[in-house]
């Protein structure tokens, strides 16, 4: 008779041990696992000191020594892939060590995704039951997008400003179904962006042929974030009257703006949203979420077959495939599962810290780096200054350089950057919870310098 450890407790007490990660090594005092998990983070600290907007600096130093980045550098690049924190690390490591010990049995031990689905969904204020699990962005959405009903005849609408993969993968929808891709501007300029401006644009891009709106929620080209719930209300008011085949779908690239808004999916009222969560959630490296309205889920097609029972066992019984849902749409295969099963300490690193709190803190850094480059005259910015435009990504150029150039003068100062991948580039640079504010001084010293 094989012995089968529970998941939950098993899982229970891994985020005991280490999950909410802002919890401080100084702490030696037996707890409680419930204690442990609140004893000494940052959103209990700011309360403690009377209900502060803001945890002191001190205790966002705390959250910086979860991290093993190198102290020799200033990381301004994070959102590219993240450092993993301290909780992360350990919950890695601990399913690691599952895996090497006895492979099979770990296996048959975490089979049920339902603990990850679980700290995804309380994270994103939706239901285990409509997320799907990917390894990153980019699997999701070539997920969704090639499994969407589409056919000859109807059109999908995106924008000039996303990403490669974005357009990808709608190339290859519509290759294989017929349906055609249209690219629409939603602003010249980044900078002179508004939420007006990008919900109009897609107003009156709508048609009766439109079936879907591809989206991305943070554009890394320009830092740009898109009013994504005003989108929403326009294809809502579009879909009055259509035939339930005839409805627009509103498809968001959420990456650049998880981890960094304090939003829930019904905030932004989309109908599927994909991201990965190893850049600003800091989950494991491989990790990558797929949601979707419950209701919708069964008009889309699978690409890759799941190993979830409902399949396999209409397989083996010869019936017909059930209808679909999120579960079926996490693709099968062997995984990292090291990895996909230590994601729910990432969830509660960020929960840990309190998402109000982490959103304040990326916006205020962000904020105080736009005004000091505005303030240059050799200095082009391209991200909006306001935050409900923009998010945790700066897009600037500086006079007289190449993107590439800015990029690695500013490595030589020991201050990781980047350059987005657009036939227009430009430097970026991204303050996170890594950071500090004499971090981001330190960027603007050395721009400054460039003059």
């Excluded at 830092?223 to 994504?228: E, I, L, R, W």
């Excluded at 309205?293 to 890759?304: D, F, Q, S, Y």
């Excluded at 736009?370 to 306001?386: Q, R, S």
């Amino acid at each position: 008779m094989t012995t089968r450890i529970p998941r939950r407790s098993l899982l229970e007490g891994l985020l005991a041990v280490g999950a909410v990660g802002c919890a401080t090594r100084e702490v030696a005092t037996p707890a409680t696992p419930a204690t442990a998990a609140t004893a000494a983070t940052p959103a209990t600290a700011a309360t403690a000191a009377g209900n502060q907007s803001q945890p002191p600096a001190d205790e966002w130093q705390r959250v910086r020594g979860e991290f093993d980045v190198s102290p020799a550098w200033n990381h301004m690049s994070s959102f590219l892939l993240a450092s993993h924190p301290r909780p992360v690390r350990e919950a890695i490591e601990a399913m690691r060590k599952q895996l090497d010990e006895n492979p099979p049995l770990a296996l048959h031990t975490h089979e049920d995704p339902t603990p990850v689905r679980e700290a995804a969904a309380a994270y994103m204020g939706v239901r285990a039951e409509e997320i799907a699990l990917t390894d990153s962005t980019t699997m999701g959405l070539a997920t969704l997008y090639l499994g969407l009903p589409l056919k000859a005849g109807d059109e999908i609408l995106t924008t000039a400003h996303d990403h490669y993969v974005t357009h990808e993968s709608l190339r290859f929808a519509a290759e294989r179904t017929g349906a055609k891709v249209r690219k629409i501007a939603l602003y010249e300029r980044g900078s002179a962006a508004t939420a007006e401006g990008m919900t109009e644009a897609i107003a009156k891009a709508l048609t009766p042929a439109t079936r879907v709106v591809a989206v991305t929620w943070v554009h890394s080209s320009s830092g740009v974030k898109t009013p994504v719930r005003a989108m929403a209300e326009v294809v809502a008011r579009a879909n009055q009257g259509r035939a339930p085949k005839a409805r627009i779908l509103l498809c968001v690239d959420g990456v650049h703006g998880f981890g960094v808004e304090d939003v829930t999916m019904a905030d932004l009222g989309c109908d599927f949203f994909a991201a990965g969560c190893h850049k600003w959630i800091f989950g494991p490296r491989g990790t990558g979420v797929l949601w979707g309205k419950a209701e919708l889920w069964p008009m889309l097609r699978p690409t890759i077959p799941h190993f979830g029972q409902e399949g396999h066992k209409a397989w083996i019984q010869g019936q017909p495939a059930p209808p679909t849902n999120a579960s079926m749409m996490t693709p099968g295969g062997f995984h990292s599962f090291e990895h996909r099963w230590a994601l729910p300490a990432a969830f509660a690193f960020h929960k840990g810290i309190g998402k109000a709190k982490v959103a304040a803190r990326i916006h205020a850094l962000n904020r105080q780096c736009k005004e000091g480059l505005k303030a240059m005259k050799h200095v082009t910015l391209h991200t909006p200054l306001e935050d409900a435009i923009s998010a945790g990504i700066i897009c600037f150029e500086v006079a007289g350089m190449t993107p590439e150039a800015l990029m690695w003068k500013l490595i030589e100062r020991k201050i990781i950057a980047t350059t987005s991948p657009y036939a227009t580039s430009y430097v970026r640079v991204a303050p996170s919870l890594l950071n500090s504010e004499a971090d981001v001084e330190a960027v603007l010293r050395e721009v400054r310098a460039l003059a």
